[in-house]
C-alpha cells in the first residue's frame, strides 16, 4: 500500500526560476487537493481536483501559479518566476468518494527561494 | 479572519499527563472536525475526527470533546508518551461542498521522560 507520494522533498531554487512539483495520490483516491504550510502556520487550501477537474482554486492562488491533473491520477502545480515568499511546504492530500473529508496528505516538498 | 483558532500554540508535559488542545470555530456550516498530527518533516497524518451529532468520540488514547452550542473542540491524549511529541493541529469542514480543511494554526506538544 503506498500513501500519498510527492517528489521531489526538497527544492531550492533562485527567485525567479519556475519550479514543478509532482504529486501522485492514493490509487483510485478521486479527489486531490494542495496546501501550502509556512513556519509555524497551519496548512492552507490552494485548489482541488475531482478527476481532471479543478474545481476550486483560493484567492492565495495567484496567476504564477497553476495545477493541472491531465488523466485524473497524477497532478503537478508550477509556480512561476518564483518570489521569496513563495518559499513554504507545499503539500498534497487524496480523498476518496463517499469519504471526502477524509484527507491523507504526503510528506510534502519543502520549497526554499533564494 | 481565521475560522478556527487553536490554544496553547505550544504545551510541555510530562510523561503520563494528560495534554489538552482547544479549538473554536465561527462557521457554523462547518460538520467534520478531525486532529492531525505532524512530525518534522512530515505531512500532516490524521489522528481523529468527530461530526456534531455526538458530544465525544475515543479512539485508544484520544478523546475530542465537542461543544456544539459553544462552537468549541477539544484533544485530550491520556497517559501521553515521548513519542506524542508532535505538532497537532485541529480543522474543520463542510460536507456537500470541497470538502476543503480549515486547520488552526497548530498546537507544539512536548512530552517529557
Known amino acids: 500500500d503506498t500513501g500519498v507520494s510527492q517528489n521531489p522533498r526538497h527544492k531550492i531554487t533562485k527567485r525567479g526560476q519556475n519550479v514543478t512539483f509532482r504529486c501522485d495520490p492514493i490509487?483510485?483516491?478521486?479527489?486531490l487537493y494542495w496546501y501550502r504550510q509556512t513556519l509555524g502556520q497551519g496548512p492552507e487550501f490552494l485548489t482541488y481536483?475531482?478527476?481532471?477537474?479543478?474545481?476550486?482554486k483560493s484567492r492565495l492562488l495567484s496567476d504564477r501559479f497553476s495545477a493541472e491533473r491531465p488523466k485524473g491520477s497524477f497532478s503537478t502545480l508550477e509556480i512561476q518566476r518564483t518570489e521569496q515568499g513563495d518559499s513554504a511546504m507545499y503539500l498534497c492530500?487524496?480523498?476518496?468518494?463517499?469519504?471526502?473529508?477524509?484527507?491523507?496528505f504526503g510528506s510534502g516538498t519543502q520549497l526554499s527561494v533564494l | 479572519q481565521q475560522q478556527v483558532k487553536q490554544s496553547p500554540q505550544s504545551l510541555i508535559v510530562q510523561k503520563g499527563g494528560i495534554p489538552i488542545i482547544n479549538c473554536a470555530y465561527e462557521?457554523?456550516?462547518?460538520?467534520?472536525f478531525p486532529w492531525y498530527q505532524q512530525f518534522p518533516g512530515k505531512g500532516p497524518a490524521l489522528l481523529i475526527a468527530?461530526?456534531?451529532?455526538?458530544s465525544e468520540k475515543k479512539e485508544g488514547r484520544f478523546t475530542i470533546s465537542f461543544n456544539k452550542s459553544a462552537k468549541q473542540f477539544s484533544l485530550h491524549i491520556m497517559d501521553s508518551q515521548p513519542g506524542d511529541s508532535a505538532t497537532y493541529f485541529c480543522?474543520?469542514?463542510?460536507?456537500?461542498?470541497?470538502?476543503?480543511?480549515?486547520f488552526g494554526k497548530g498546537t507544539k506538544l512536548t512530552v517529557n521522560p
Open positions: 490509487s483510485e483516491h478521486n479527489r
Open positions: 481536483f475531482q478527476n481532471e477537474a479543478q474545481l476550486e
Open positions: 462557521n457554523t456550516a462547518f460538520d467534520y
Open positions: 468527530i461530526r456534531p451529532d455526538v
Open positions: 492530500a487524496s480523498s476518496a468518494t463517499g469519504i471526502f473529508e477524509k484527507l491523507f
Open positions: 480543522a474543520a469542514s463542510r460536507r456537500g461542498g470541497s470538502e476543503k480543511l480549515v
